[in-house]
């Protein structure tokens, strides 16, 4: 039996994961639009103990800048996910509430009081997935002509998550004193302004929520360029990955690691977590009918324009029959274009075959087999040295998730690789975290006070 325990986060995305999963017969057209789906998913996920449920974001849309893919899928429509969080922490207990916010096209102080806030409302569930807006098209509805260049997104996002960081150590632990008798609230010796004033911003403080029961959101990333790979190390507690090859899993797990010893971290504070997209069959040929089913079901226009998107060229223009055409290194998703590129020539696939595996998961690692194929596989890359868990994506909704719930979760239960319980009420508990000290703590330790 193992002692180490896999994490698993819950990614939760409208109908499904797969790009035509809103076309499968066994899911409801709009549920994206539906808070009742989204409790369900919730519950549901709670029920097979996930640590997070976790919900990205773009403030336009996913995949490519163009109303004729768009029409095709259910990128357009989203809800803004912190107000979806909100809702979702009233009908659960205990699994993690983490969820998307750009340090682009936002600023500090928002972001760190709305997480703040919903690490409150939930009791200490609260996470912070940090991204740098991978879609360019976000740029044109912040006053933007362009895009920000990617090296000038990570500097701008060093300094914001500094800032965040500031404003979530505003209060200490203990500043609440509520004294009726005295009419004293709080103790003001214990609420800290940053003072913080950088080549981006420029922010005096303090946050006007006090410090949660998991001292401050858990920070999460899903950076895998250079520029993410160490911003990553120096502020995420998890990191989704992409990784399709269990040797690159290893390698990249082992880079990360040692970055982050590099950053003064200890190495489990960072928990690295591949997505994988399961498709659950009795046996692997039901399973594989199902998910070629599906397949069946991506038009090849939108498939098409997914790729283009993912590796920074129109291959409308090009046999899709044929192999992938190389490409200028993008300015939006260097790490997936990187994974795409790696698969498409070492298994020489053309286009058609490339965009089938790219359109369905996003770059991500689909596994097509029984429950206990499944679970070797994810034993595998758990106990090689390759991940601490994964990032797990339904096929579909509500389906997908009732085969993961019913038939995965107990197999890896019964492996002694997942909990039976949950260890606490708050994501840090959950997840393995250490609770982290205020920077105003530190500084009065190291002053002797």
């Known amino acids: 039996m193992s002692k180490r325990k896999l994490r698993l986060g819950l990614f939760v995305c409208g109908e499904g994961h797969h790009v035509a999963a809103w076309r499968d017969p066994g899911v409801t ?14 519950k549901m996920g709670e029920r097979g103990l996930f640590d997070m449920l976790f919900s990205a974001d773009s403030q336009s849309t996913f995949g490519p ?12 429509v989203k809800f803004e996910p912190i107000t979806l969080k909100s809702a979702l922490a009233a009908v659960t207990t205990n699994i993690g509430l983490v969820c998307t916010s750009s340090t682009t096209y936002n600023d500090p102080f928002h972001v760190a009081r709305f997480f703040a806030s919903l690490d409150q409302l939930s009791g200490g569930r609260a996470g912070w997935n940090l991204v740098t807006s991978s879609a360019a098209s ?13 090296a000038e997104r990570y500097a701008r996002a060093r300094e914001f998550a500094d800032v965040v960081l500031g404003l979530w150590d505003s209060w200490d632990p203990d500043a609440f004193l509520g004294d009726k008798a005295s009419g004293l609230y709080f ?6 302004f940053l003072n913080h004033q950088g080549k981006y911003f420029k922010v005096r403080g303090p946050l006007t929520c006090m410090r949660s029961p998991q001292g401050r959101p858990v920070m999460v990333q899903a950076g895998q360029s250079e520029d993410g790979r160490e ?29 982050v010893v590099a950053h003064g971290r200890d190495p489990e504070s960072l928990k690295i977590m591949p997505g994988v997209l399961p498709v659950i069959g009795a046996t692997e040929a039901e399973a594989r009918a199902k998910f070629e089913g599906l ?12 790729l283009s998107d993912i590796v920074n060229i129109d291959l409308s223009k090009y046999d899709i029959d044929g192999p992938l055409p190389d490409a200028p290194t993008t300015n939006t998703q260097q790490g997936r274009q990187k994974v795409v590129y790696d698969l498409a020539r070492k298994q020489n696939l053309s286009i058609r075959e490339i965009f089938k595996l790219m359109a369905g998961a996003r770059a991500h690692r689909i596994l097509c087999g029984t429950p206990a194929s499944i679970a070797d596989s994810m034993q595998e890359w758990f106990e090689s ?33 997942f909990r039976t319980a949950y ?16 920077r105003w703590a530190d500084q009065a330790a190291a002053a002797g006070r």
């Open 29 to 42: 057209v709009g549920a994206t639009q539906s808070l009742a789906h989204y409790i369900a998913m919730a």
């Open 65 to 76: 800048d163009d109303i004729n893919a768009w029409k095709r899928t259910t990128a357009a």
């Open 138 to 150: 976000e740029a044109l509805n912040f006053s933007y002509d362009a895009h920000v260049p990617h």
């Open 187 to 192: 103790d003001p010796e214990k609420l800290h």
């Open 231 to 259: 911003l990553a190390a120096a502020t995420a507690e998890v990191l989704f990955a992409v990784q399709q090859d269990v040797k690159v899993a290893r390698e990249f797990y082992a880079d990360m690691k040692k970055r």
């Open 295 to 306: 397949q069946s079901l991506i038009h090849p226009d939108h498939g098409i324009a997914v």
């Open 385 to 417: 040295g390759a991940c601490d868990g994964f990032n797990v994506m339904p096929i579909t909704f509500p389906g997908g998730l009732e085969d993961i719930v019913g038939q995965l979760i107990p197999e890896l239960q019964r492996r002694g690789l």
């Open 423 to 438: 260890e606490g009420t708050t994501l840090r508990e959950n997840l393995g975290l250490p609770m982290p000290v205020s």
